[in-house]
């Protein structure tokens, strides 16, 4: 009596739920283990990169469904996809990287199989979830971009403290003597990068086998050599007229130097 009310059951069962419905709820669709890659690796902070993944469907009907990305449990995005039968696909994302420690994978959601036109069946997939990427981005540091004009605004402010603060007899000379400081600066910057681009010139001809003789090497063994040393020296020179803050420093420590001199020559 008990087997036939058992058998009975199991009829109702399978008359009510046709057996693909039944499979449908375990399926080795979905992610393939340890899915998670970057398109660009390894990244830092501020990286406009991809986050992707990777989804199989063995399946003979199509799959549907949403993968979310998370970061811990912060939300990263999602991303619908459909896979026809016995087909994969990769899924990805857009992600701005932020400094800190990340722990990124993927989730599966909504999965259900296409059974008939407009008709679906929702599924539990195995696979559902990546493997966690586990990543520490360190903080960027950016470096301040020097402002060219700060030189030329500290020369402003010092003369107009000059001119505000002491007696115009005195006053006069220092402002026409900086003036003049300062336009000598420039014609010598000018001066130097001019001849900075002489010399690569030269340097470029030497350079070229087609251009120099056998003979002009045996007679001038060290031209090219004294040519590099004499480009050296020079962008040295160019660099500290080229640097206003640098070049009245340099100017103050000399004065320093030459008043102690004299100082301790006199007392």
């Known amino acids: 009596m008990i087997l036939k009310k058992v058998g009975v059951v199991l009829f109702l069962v399978l008359f009510i739920f046709p057996i693909y419905k039944i499979f449908a709820q375990d399926t080795n669709a979905g992610f393939i283990s340890g899915n ?15 986050i992707y993944t990777f989804i199989f469907n063995p399946d003979m009907r199509e799959l549907s469904g949403t993968v979310i990305f998370f970061d811990k449990t912060v939300l990263l995005g999602k991303k619908n996809f ?4 016995k087909k994969a696909s990769d899924i990805y994302i857009d992600w701005i990287v932020t400094a800190g420690d990340h722990t990124i994978f993927g989730k599966i959601e ?8 407009g008709e679906y069946e929702e599924v539990y997939l195995i696979e559902n979830e990546t493997e966690k990427s586990l990543r520490t981005i360190s903080k ?21 403290i000059i001119e505000e ?10 402002v026409s ?8 600066r420039e014609n010598i910057n000018i001066t130097s990068e001019n001849k900075k681009e002489e010399i ?6 030497l350079n070229s086998k087609k251009s120099i003789s056998s003979l002009e090497t045996k007679t001038n063994p ?45 007392f």
């Open 110 to 117: 909504n999965a259900k199989f296409l059974i008939s036109k």
């Open 222 to 266: 060290f031209l090219k050599p004294f040519k590099y040393v004499e480009l050296f020296f020079l962008s040295i020179f160019s660099f500290i007229f080229n640097n206003k803050i640098l070049f009245y420093g340099l100017i103050v420590i000399i004065i320093f130097f030459i008043f102690r001199f004299i100082w301790k020559k006199l």
């Open 177 to 184: 003597t900086t003036d003049k400081l300062e336009e000598f």
């Open 140 to 160: 960027k540091i950016v470096l301040e971009p020097v402002d060219k004009n700060v030189g030329s605004t500290y020369v402003q402010d010092i003369k107009k």
């Open 200 to 205: 690569k010139n030269e340097i470029e001809v």
């Open 165 to 174: 603060e002491i007696p115009d007899f005195i006053t006069k000379p220092i």
């Open 36 to 50: 998670i890659w970057y398109s660009k690796d390894p990244f830092e902070e501020g990286d406009k990169i991809k």
């Open 82 to 85: 459909v896979i026809p039968p």
